[in-house]
């Protein structure tokens, strides 16, 4: 004798209540909320000419790196000048533009998925294979492009604030030296952290010759990584990990300042020899143990007998 409760469930298998136990993945896109930095799945699914690929992977990445760059150096540069006017403490200026700089970072990254902003990243990029050599070469272009029109601009808002060179910061009782030295190394330390965790949160996009490194999950490692190495960049220095910032100030100094070339671009290299070393040493230990098996350059073939 059939109750009440089996007619209901009979009459749900039979009509339209069905539709509330069919299968959760009917009629759902392949892409779910879930999968929002997982570019596999467009990758995969979604075919387009390949005038739309270079696009994609191409024209769109270098436009988004250049005004990223361009937004980074004026506002970044144009919150240190405000920081100066306003006669911070020198340890609540550094937290703040370290902050700043892990933001700039952080909104351009989650909203293009595929700009780097600093030369080391390109580096890394380059020397991992997440990126192809042509775009690297195009992302430098665009990265220097980039501070060359932002440091313009923000000369043409204030052209009255004078900036000052790229240096190194000296305790009264510590040799020069020794400073630098310091400094290279902190930088060598941001830069690693930097390169290892946007490595492990890109992969590639696309396919045959023409892909690029899109963010693949969260980036907020990539976040505390950019604001902890401009913090300890910033407490040895007066610019950010990023040598951008430097070739920027250096710039400004050379176009609008009256200061002799020697005195702006002797110890330049100071602010590249710690990022780029940390961009290449970064990549290698990224390669050898946090890559995936398939592109780790000591792989486990695991062999049954």
Request: charged share 15%; net charge neutral; with cysteine.
């Amino acid at each position: 004798m059939m109750n009440s409760h089996d007619v209901e469930l009979q009459h749900s298998d039979s009509g339209q209540l069905r539709g509330i136990l069919r299968n959760k993945h009917e009629g759902q896109t392949s892409r779910s909320f879930f999968q929002e930095y997982d570019t596999t799945v467009v990758s995969t699914t979604t075919k387009t000419s390949r005038c739309g690929r270079i696009f994609d992977h191409i024209i769109r990445p270098c436009l988004a790196e250049l005004f990223s760059v361009i937004f980074c150096i004026f506002i970044y540069n144009h919150v240190d000048t405000q920081l100066s006017v306003r006669h911070l403490l020198f340890f609540n200026r550094i937290l703040v533009l370290s902050a700043v700089d892990a933001l700039l970072f952080i909104v351009f990254l989650a909203a293009f998925q595929t700009v780097h902003l600093s030369p080391s990243i390109t580096i890394a990029q380059l020397f991992s294979l997440s990126t192809p050599w042509y775009l690297c070469i195009l992302f430098f272009i665009q990265q220097f492009i980039g501070a060359i029109i932002g440091i313009s601009l923000f000369y043409l808002a204030n052209s009255d604030v004078k900036l000052d060179v790229p240096k190194v910061i000296q305790e009264v009782n510590s040799e020069w030296t020794k400073e630098v030295f310091e400094l290279i190394i902190i930088q060598f330390i941001g830069t690693i952290m930097v390169v290892i965790t946007h490595l492990m949160i890109t992969r590639r996009y696309g396919k045959n010759k023409i892909y690029t490194g899109r963010v693949s999950k969260s980036p907020l490692s990539v976040f505390g990584a950019v604001l902890l190495s401009a913090f300890l960049s910033l407490l040895h220095s007066n610019i950010s990990w990023n040598p951008l910032y430097a070739f920027a100030l250096s710039l400004h100094n050379t176009m609008f300042e009256s200061s002799s070339l020697v005195s702006i671009w002797q110890n330049h290299y100071i602010f590249w020899l710690g990022p780029t070393l940390g961009a290449l040493f970064g990549c290698f230990l990224f390669r050898l143990v946090f890559a995936p098996e398939d592109k780790r350059m000591l792989a486990c073939n695991n062999t049954s007998e």
